[in-house]
């Protein structure tokens, strides 16, 4: 028996990650035919697209800016040891756009936009608003998750479009102020370096991580248990969820973009 | 008529409503009394479909709850939650019209702003209250709206949460006539549920006590203190003594 109950265990807890699994993968589906069918509620879209695209803004900029030119520095130095430090802005590029612009922003996203969605949502459940939207005829998910999910979907792409922008800008304000790289030949490099492939993967990254960063904030907002430590544990648990999720949707999607 | 049919509800292992039998008259006012945790909230949200029976009928005028057009079917409800349960990202006004702004109710938005600021004067706030936000009012200010919102969309059958919870006695006392006044108005159907026999007094036609999940009493409320029920007996009257066991 005490061989037995590591299996045991081990049994329970595969059960419980395939039980998640299953009902976040459901959450997602029913999300989606409320996406696609009215009614639609258009106000609350909008305050969404403002909330989390235009808000997010600043941070995301913030983040990409000094990103870019800690990258500048970093391969500057490193590429000094082989004498490759002409390699600056092809490298500050290529990181940029394929991994760190989609992932810093994927990950200040579930920092700054999914936590406040499940506390959002979590608070309205333990309040009893969630039960009075039911009462005025108003479903939830339609109301408060599809909203949330389509802006999402729509501005964290053009969001990692504008981190791409902005962190080669920071790459290049460090290159050209404090690494003596000519302005012209700088820029020049970046754009013949880039091609199509790095940019589609960029944003389609941008979308993927801003569904599920929207999407694990309605989720964990949705099923959070009572009280301050309900809203506190969804919360948490919302941008754990998002966080690894991120994550692990980034190293799938690079390696279907980019594995030869 | 809403009629509750033999009604089970279990969380786990705790079993709530264990045979909850019944009927609340057409235009009438039942008030659902009981102790902390005997299920009368989980009574009435089985009845609105938020919360689903784990066996037994729901029926209002005769047709199963669970069947049927769901929007149709809520559309004919109003709600008093009992923390009022109002959107903190709306103004007052908005909050009330709420149903009037969107879905089969919809009307343009400044008739619905009009008929808002009517339901606000109806429960005794003025009109400037309606562009503010629910966390600027007081809690008897917040239940007021709650009413309002309730009644906005004039609904037949209307469900009061305990209405009276966290007020003080004077405002709880506004309230119940508040209830009562636009119940009698709208000749609605109504179902509260409380622990304040001043409320039950003043709201109730009809006073149903549940029990261990299971309707231990029920009649008209002149008759509630003649019953000779030792449990509705010592819950009027609020008595540690007696067949129900207070937890210490």
């Known amino acids: 028996m005490i061989l037995l109950s590591p299996l045991g265990a081990l049994g329970r807890l595969t059960l419980d990650i395939l039980s998640a699994v299953g009902r976040v993968a459901i959450f997602a589906a029913l999300t989606l035919r409320h996406i696609l069918t009215p009614p639609f509620y258009p106000r609350e879209i909008a305050h969404a697209l403002l909330q989390i695209g235009w808000l997010s803004l600043p941070v995301v900029g913030l983040t990409a800016i000094f990103t870019g030119g800690a990258l500048a520095l970093q391969i500057y130095a490193g590429g000094a040891r082989f004498n490759a430090e002409a390699v600056v802005p092809q490298i500050v590029a290529i990181g940029m756009v394929r991994e760190l612009g989609p992932v810093l922003v994927g990950l200040m996203i579930a920092a700054r936009v999914t936590s406040s969605i499940a506390a959002e949502i979590a608070t309205m459940k333990v309040t009893e608003q969630i039960d009075a939207l039911v009462t005025l005829s108003t479903h939830p998910m339609k109301y408060l998750t599809a909203p949330r999910v389509l802006a999402a979907l729509i501005t964290v792409p053009l969001l990692v479009g504008v981190g791409d922008v902005i962190g080669i800008f920071g790459g290049y304000a460090v290159a050209t102020q404090n690494l003596g790289f000519n302005p012209a030949t700088y820029l020049k490099n970046t754009v013949d370096f880039l091609e199509m492939r790095d940019i589609v993967s960029s944003l389609v990254k941008g979308c993927v991580f801003g569904g599920i960063a929207a999407l694990m904030g309605c989720y964990y907002g949705m099923n959070s248990g009572r009280g301050a430590q309900g809203v506190g544990r969804a919360t948490k648990g919302s941008v754990e969820a998002a966080a690894v999720l991120i994550l692990a949707a980034n190293f799938l999607l690079t390696g279907v973009f980019f594995s030869v | ?248």
């Not at chain 2, 264990?18 to 009368?40: N, Q």
């Open chain 2, 1 to 248: 008529m809403i009629r509750l049919e033999n009604v089970h509800k279990a969380f786990g292992e705790n079993r709530v409503l264990r045979g909850l039998t019944l009927e609340v008259p057409k235009g009438t006012s039942m008030v659902i009394i009981g102790g902390s945790g005997t299920g009368k909230s989980v009574a009435l949200k089985c009845v609105l479909g938020l919360i689903a029976p784990d066996q037994g009928k729901i029926f209002v005028d005769g047709q199963d709850a669970t069947t049927g057009d769901r929007d149709a079917f809520l559309a004919r409800f109003g709600m008093l939650f009992q923390g009022g349960a109002l959107f903190d990202s709306l103004p007052v006004w908005q909050n009330v019209a709420f149903r009037l702004l969107r879905g089969s109710l919809k009307r343009p938005a400044a008739e619905a702003r009009e008929i808002a600021i009517e339901k606000l004067r109806r429960v005794g706030l003025k009109p400037d209250v309606a562009d503010r936000f629910p966390a600027e009012l007081s809690g008897g200010m917040q239940k007021r709206v709650g009413l309002a919102r309730a009644i906005a969309a004039e609904p037949e059958i209307i469900f009061f949460d305990e209405p009276t919870t966290g007020l003080d006695p004077i405002m709880a006392g506004v309230i119940n006539d508040l209830i009562r006044e636009i119940v009698v108005e709208m000749g609605a159907t109504a179902m509260t549920i409380t622990h304040d026999m001043t409320s039950v007094r003043a709201i109730a036609d009809n006073v149903a006590m549940l029990h261990d999940g299971v309707i231990q009493w029920t009649g008209p409320v002149k008759e509630m203190d003649h019953s000779n029920d030792p449990y509705l007996d010592q819950f009027i009257h609020g008595r540690a003594e007696g067949p129900i066991e207070a937890v210490r």
